[in-house]
Every structure is written in structure tokens, then in C-alpha cells.
């Protein structure tokens, strides 16, 4: 640990090393970027993702936010780490989620200032060589989500299930929260920092698809500029997916509460709205 208290989202965890080189000046006019890779099973993965990403990117920092995964990812990440001075690892007690484990990354990230905070998934799903293309749309953004649907982008060997349920995921999530996103659950993104300090991530308590909902509603009644970048999305090759009935069905009902939240206060404004008008008249 570098003796500093832990920002929320880090809980008990423990940092491997702190340490960043002198002289780095980052990705040009975004600054320092930090991938962050949460990790829980992922030991026939997390060297694979690393490396790619060392080699797309080599300005990036590389955040390993493993939780306590029982199959020897930590120590693994560890390794990394000990041999590459851009890696960090940070140990979470347990499986507690990928919106936790974002958060943390998040806090960990702005207490170290960071510019910009990439999301990635460990599977290999979001390829690195796509972040690039990211990074260069950072520029002039203060969200870039790599998209799975819009013009440009492949999606590779994914069941017609998982098709379907994302498309009309992100249509619902579209219409009810009137966000002009083609892929506001895609979980590839990148965050400048000044975003991330304006939103109110204290509220955020969402996992899965609606964590990745959430930010982006937050993001978008904050007024950020979000650009959507196509990436190639493939379906993961070696290890078991996250996804389950009960991550859907969480985007489901969350969208739905928000979306009943957003048109109450519509309509109280609009009500206070016509009221103030009334007092005025003639």
C-alpha cells in the first residue's frame, strides 16, 4: 500500500506497486491513460490481454483489478506486473461485481491523475487493437464508447441469443432513456478524467449490462460529449462467460426505474413550469 486512505470502491484492497515512470507524457492531447481490467477467473486470459494491449498502446498503464479470483489470476497478474513497470494489480476480497470493480479502478486512477480511464474486458472480447482508434476519438470527447452498433462495426461468432438480447437491450434502453446511443451497454469505453470527477459515482450501485447503462445516462444528462467509435467484438475463446438470467434481468428493471424516475421529474418541472407561468400572467 502507498499509505494513502482508500477512495471508495477500493475497500481493503491491496496495490502491488504505485510507481510510474518519469518522463511518460501519456497519449498525445489525452494525457496518462489507465486500462482498466477487472478479473475474476480469467488465468487463461489476463497474459494474452495484457501483452495486446502492451503492444496497441504501449503509452497506456495497465490496471489489473482482480477479485481474489480462485484460479490463480492474481498471482499471475503479479507476475506481469513484477516484470513491467506500466502493469499494476490491485487485489479486491472477492467477487463483488464489474461495476465494483470499475469503480475501484475509477478511484484508484483519479488518486493517482490519471487523464483518461479506459474500460476492458479481460476476455479478449474488446480487442486492443481497437484502442487506438479509441484513444484518438479521446481527443475531442469526453466518453468514447467502442460500439457494437454502429456503421463499421463486427460482431464475431456470437450466438443469435446473445445478438438479440443486445439488440433489443440497447433499443430498450435507448427509447426509455432517450440516449441517441447505439450501444450504451457496451463495456469498451474510455473516460476522461473530467467526466468521470463530474458525475455522481457515489450513486452508482449497478452491475453488468446496467452499469454500463448507468454511466452512460449519467454521462448524458451531465451533458458530456459522447462518440461512438466501431470496434470488431468477438466472442471470448478460452473461460466461462459472466453473463447471466440474473445480470439481464437487473439492466431490466434498473432501465425501467430510471426511465419511471426521469418522466416523474419531467413532469414535476413542467408543472412548476406552467405554475410560475400562471403567477406572471398577464
Same mark, same amino acid.
Given at each position: 500500500?502507498d ?10 484492497a491491496?496495490? @502491488?506497486? &504505485?510507481?510510474?515512470?518519469?518522463g511518460v507524457?501519456?497519449?498525445p492531447?489525452?494525457g496518462?491513460? %489507465?486500462v482498466?481490467?477487472p478479473?475474476?477467473n480469467?488465468? *487463461?486470459?489476463? $497474459? ?20 481474489n479470483s480462485?484460479?490463480? &489470476?492474481?498471482?499471475i497478474a503479479?507476475g506481469?506486473a513484477h $516484470?513491467?513497470?506500466r502493469?499494476?494489480? %490491485?487485489?479486491?476480497e472477492?467477487?463483488q461485481?464489474?461495476?465494483a470493480?470499475?469503480l475501484?479502478g475509477?478511484?484508484?486512477?483519479r ?14 472480447? @474488446?480487442?486492443?487493437?481497437d484502442?487506438p482508434?479509441? %484513444?484518438?476519438?479521446?481527443? *475531442?470527447?469526453?466518453v ?5 452498433? &454502429?456503421r463499421g462495426?463486427?460482431?464475431?461468432n ?5 445478438? %438479440?438480447?443486445s ?20 463495456g ?10 463530474a458525475l ?7 452491475q ?9 445516462r449519467?454521462?448524458?444528462?451531465a451533458?458530456?460529449?459522447?462518440v461512438?467509435v466501431?470496434i &470488431?467484438?468477438?466472442?471470448?475463446e478460452?473461460?466461462?462467460s ?5 445480470i439481464?434481468?437487473?439492466a431490466?428493471w ?27 400572467w398577464?
Open positions: 500500500m499509505g494513502r486512505p482508500a477512495a471508495r470502491g477500493e475497500g481493503a491491496v496495490v @502491488h506497486r &504505485t510507481d510510474i515512470r518519469p507524457t501519456g497519449v492531447d489525452v496518462r491513460v %489507465l482498466v481490467i478479473t475474476y480469467e488465468a *487463461d486470459n489476463v $497474459a494474452a490481454i495484457v501483452r495486446r494491449v502492451r503492444e496497441a498502446a504501449p503509452q497506456v498503464e495497465i490496471l489489473v483489478a482482480d477479485d480462485p484460479d490463480g &489470476t492474481g498471482e503479479e506481469i $516484470a513491467d513497470q502493469v499494476h494489480v %490491485l487485489h479486491r472477492g467477487k461485481g464489474l461495476g470493480a470499475y475501484a475509477f478511484a484508484w486512477a488518486r493517482r491523475g490519471f487523464d483518461a480511464v479506459v474500460e476492458m474486458d479481460a476476455d479478449g472480447s @474488446h480487442a486492443p487493437e484502442l482508434a479509441l %484513444l484518438l476519438a479521446a481527443r *475531442d470527447a469526453d468514447v464508447i467502442g460500439s457494437r452498433w &454502429t462495426a463486427r460482431v464475431v456470437w450466438p443469435w441469443r446473445r445478438l %438479440l438480447l439488440r433489443c437491450g440497447n433499443m430498450y434502453a435507448r427509447l426509455a432513456l432517450g440516449m441517441p446511443l447505439a450501444d450504451a451497454t457496451g469498451y469505453r474510455v473516460y476522461r478524467a473530467g467526466v468521470l470527477d455522481d459515482l457515489e450513486s452508482v450501485c449497478s453488468g449490462y446496467s452499469f454500463q447503462v448507468e454511466l452512460s449519467l454521462a448524458h444528462r451533458g458530456a460529449r459522447i461512438e466501431p &470488431t467484438f468477438a466472442e471470448r478460452r473461460g466461462a459472466k453473463m447471466s438470467p440474473l439481464v434481468a437487473e431490466l434498473r432501465i425501467t426505474g430510471w426511465a419511471v424516475s426521469d418522466r416523474r421529474t419531467a413532469v414535476r418541472r413542467g408543472l412548476r413550469a406552467a405554475t410560475a407561468g400562471q403567477a406572471r398577464p
